[in-house]
């Protein structure tokens, strides 16, 4: 908060403000003492009195104030410089450290290093130097695609944080830089140790706060990630990045009615970090679950029309552009037809294996962990996750695995499951979209009773037993269970038809 600072008050107006006028003081002088003399003596006693020379100082009393002087006059430097990238120790190689920097720049990383690496061996102990090698190393690491470079790198970057006198900018840098390439190697944890020693050493920093934030809700703790986005919001009550990840925690916590306002006042800042396509994801979602769907359905629409959703209905976030888009798909347009062959020809076999793992002893099913029920009981029994096979769930369906085994297009799919999946009587999914339009979902019926249904966009189906309804899970869609027995399926996810082996390679799992 600004403070409001007042405004200087003229002489005149003070003494207005204490009864007086700003002559109020100025006696009036009679005539006669106005041409009347003051005595020479009196005069002279004066002017010996005003001139009369103050005391000399003792000798240690001048040694002190200029001590103090100096300090205050080193210190006043050492501020400024620290308040930037170079301390007094870079000072003196400062044209030296923005050549280097330059040539991270120029991309030339290599020369870069070295250059570094030799300004290191007369002045070990500078920040910039430090900070400029690890950067280097970062780059290499980058373009060779080498782990073990990363690793030097994140090292490098703990000598920065070791450097005396470190300006904070740079150890703000180093330290962040740090914590982003353990999150890459999947080091969560020590990624939020290195953030939270830096908020230790500058205590309240947004920055800092926001990428402690961030790394907590990565890691799935919620609960830890909470408070700090309420803090920073404390601080500035307008931030717009706390605004929109405080929104999705409360969100996630079905608290609907406290998120929208969140996640609504977040997007409008168009802040750094707010504009994607998860926070309109979640404030729609939020609006449709208390009701207000056509207020969603403008949320999604104004989204698609910014180029976060493909369309209103289509809503995923990993997408490849370019790929045909329709809610329902037949097996030979989804370009899978022996396989769905092989599916349905099995189709019992796959069943009582099914069925065999429901029994609670087993501990095969799991409950859906993803919020997506609005009532009832859904669990599911996963083969395949990823384009990895579960071993230990094979070996309790060795012949549905044995037969997914000869399904390439599934078992090869890094952005896609095969799964048994149970659905009790009284259940409601919500309306939801798939995280990609890269994979086709198709469900063998097993085990199918009356009073079930699945809604994909605006159309709506029914499983049979024993046979495969494909689709697109990219749209939304939605599935009601008024039967009163359960419904048993396999799902299955298959490539999109569309997409080049070298597009399937070069994709990263979800």
């Not at 947004?206 to 790394?215: C, D, F």
Request: net charge positive; charged share 35%; with cysteine.
């Amino acid at each position: 908060m600004e403070k409001t600072v007042p405004k200087p008050i003229k002489e005149s107006e003070s003494k207005k403000s204490e009864g007086q006028t700003p002559d109020a003081k100025k006696e009036k002088v009679p005539e006669s003492k106005k041409e009347k003399k003051p005595e020479p003596k009196k005069e002279k006693e004066t002017e010996l009195k005003k001139e009369k020379a103050p005391e000399p100082k003792k000798e240690d009393q001048l040694v002190a104030e200029e001590e103090n002087k100096k300090k205050r006059k080193k210190n006043s430097k050492e501020e400024i410089l620290l308040v930037g990238r170079t301390n007094t120790y870079d000072k003196a190689i400062e044209k030296e450290l923005d050549l280097c920097e330059d040539l991270i720049v120029q991309k030339k990383y290599e020369s870069a290093l070295r250059r570094f690496e030799k300004l290191l061996t007369t002045h070990p102990a500078s920040p910039r130097a430090r900070l400029g090698r690890a950067n280097a190393l970062y780059y290499i690491a980058d373009e060779q695609r080498s782990n073990d470079l990363l690793k030097s790198c994140i090292s490098a970057y703990d000598e920065v944080a070791k450097a005396p006198n470190c300006p904070n900018e740079v150890l703000k840098e180093a330290m962040i830089a740090q914590a982003d390439r353990l999150r890459f190697l999947g080091n969560s944890m020590k990624s939020i140790s290195v953030l939270e020693d830096l908020n230790k050493r500058i205590p309240n920093d947004i920055t800092v706060l926001r990428e402690l934030g961030v790394t907590y809700l990565i890691k799935g703790n919620n609960n830890a990630a909470k408070p700090i986005f309420q803090k920073i919001l404390e601080v500035v009550p307008s931030d717009g990045h706390a605004k929109v990840h405080l929104g999705f925690i409360l969100k996630s916590e079905t608290k609907y009615e406290e998120s929208i306002p969140l996640l609504t006042e977040g997007i409008a800042t168009e802040e750094e970090g707010t504009k994607e396509g998860k926070y309109y994801f979640h404030l729609g979602d939020a609006l449709y679950r208390l009701g207000r769907v056509e207020q969603a359905y403008e949320v999604y629409s104004s989204a698609a029309k910014k180029g976060f959703f493909l369309s209103k209905w289509q809503r995923s976030l990993y997408n490849v552009d370019s790929l045909t888009a329709k809610p329902w798909w037949t097996p030979d347009s989804a370009k899978v037809a022996k396989f769905i062959k092989l599916l349905e020809d099995n189709w019992q076999v796959i069943r009582d294996e099914g069925v065999a793992n429901m029994d609670p002893k087993t501990g095969s099913f799991v409950p859906e962990v993803e919020n997506l029920r609005e009532s009832g009981d859904w669990k599911q029994f996963t083969l395949y996750t990823r384009g990895k096979r579960n071993d230990a769930n094979c070996k309790r369906a060795p012949k549905t695995c044995e037969i997914i085994d000869q399904i390439p297009m599934a078992t090869s799919n890094k952005r896609g499951q095969v799964k048994f999946s149970v659905l009790h009587p009284g259940t409601h999914i919500w309306a939801h979209c798939g995280p990609t339009n890269c994979r086709l979902r198709s469900h063998l019926g097993l085990v199918v009773p009356d009073g079930l249904r699945i809604r994909v966009k605006d159309q709506t189906r029914k499983w049979q037993e024993g046979k495969m309804l494909i689709f697109d899970d990219s749209f939304e869609h939605e599935v009601w269970h008024d039967g009163d027995s359960f419904r048993l399926i396999l799902i299955v996810d298959f490539w999109h038809p569309e997409l080049t082996e070298s597009q399937r390679r070069k994709l990263t799992a979800i």
